[in-house]
């Protein structure tokens, strides 16, 4: 693979008296009623690294400049897909996850950094990291559901756990790609309290339309908000359809991208989600001590 992943490690120096005074301005942004959330749609270059890097880290840039509390990147986006061997894993400790920590803290921004292969004591994952305004990885989910189609089981090992994480004060939830064509994961973020359910994904062109359905479907069964964002680059044996789409509690879809690379920013109004569960009565219509007695 052309390009290397390493960035230059001075770049990763954090001012730690600084990250410690902003922990009360990230708490009281992240307990807004209406985050606003940047959507990455990227082209991803499969031959190319480190200028998958670059690009990255100058869009947490861009996206911090138009006022947004966190950027969301798509599954795998910085190496090519489908996986060509281990070679293609990192490890935590390098400086590209490290310049993504820094890149968070001096942007003042939430990270949802789509998916990276990571390699880990317990094999090799394909693993959301979520960085914190003040430099840390603040949370790790590691892809339940790994896609036959694109030959992962054989070069990962799936997660165990589920996504569900915070963002400040607002839950939250990530599915990664495949995951999110399961209903039973969404349903357990969900009524462990998630308002929020991110889908990094790299979907093939070929089946976008079960994208479209199953964000959709997500979104209404559980009540919450979904962000997909996808990839949208072209290659001889796989392409990515882009069409990432940002689903309300209704189900209406509030942005929906087409299949090119480009930056959105939308802006989640999170009483909606009380205003379809008051009006719907999904979600307290749930009897999962009877469905229990079925399995």
Known sequence: MKGSLYLNPSSLSLNLSVRASRCSLTAWRWGMDNPRVG????????????????YVLGQIRDAARAGCDVLVLPELWNVAFPL??????????????????NAAFRNETWIIAGSMAISTEAGPRNRCLVFSPDGEVSFRYDKVHLYP??????????????????????????LICFDVEF????????????RILFV????????????????????????????????????????FGGQSLVVDPFGDVILHMDDAPRFQRVVLDLSRVDSARREHKVVSSWRPEIYRRWS
Do not use: M
């Open 39 to 54: 959507i990455l749609q990227l082209e991803v270059i499969r031959d190319d690294a480190a200028k998958n890097a670059r």
């Open 84 to 101: 060509l061997g281990p070679h293609v894993l990192i490890s935590e400790d390098n400086p590209l996850v490290g310049s993504i920590a």
């Open 149 to 174: 189609g694109l030959d992962e089981p054989n070069i990962l090992s799936p997660g165990v756990s589920p996504g569900r994480f915070n963002l400040g004060e607002v839950p939250c939830g990530v």
């Open 183 to 194: 209903p039973e994961l969404a349903r357990r973020l969900s009524s462990g309290g998630a």
């Open 200 to 239: 990094p994904g790299a979907w093939k062109t070929e089946y976008i339309r079960f994208w479209r359905a199953l964000l959709v479907s997500r979104a209404i069964e559980n009540q919450v908000f979904v962000v997909g964002v996808n990839r949208c680059d072209r290659g001889r044996n796989s392409s």
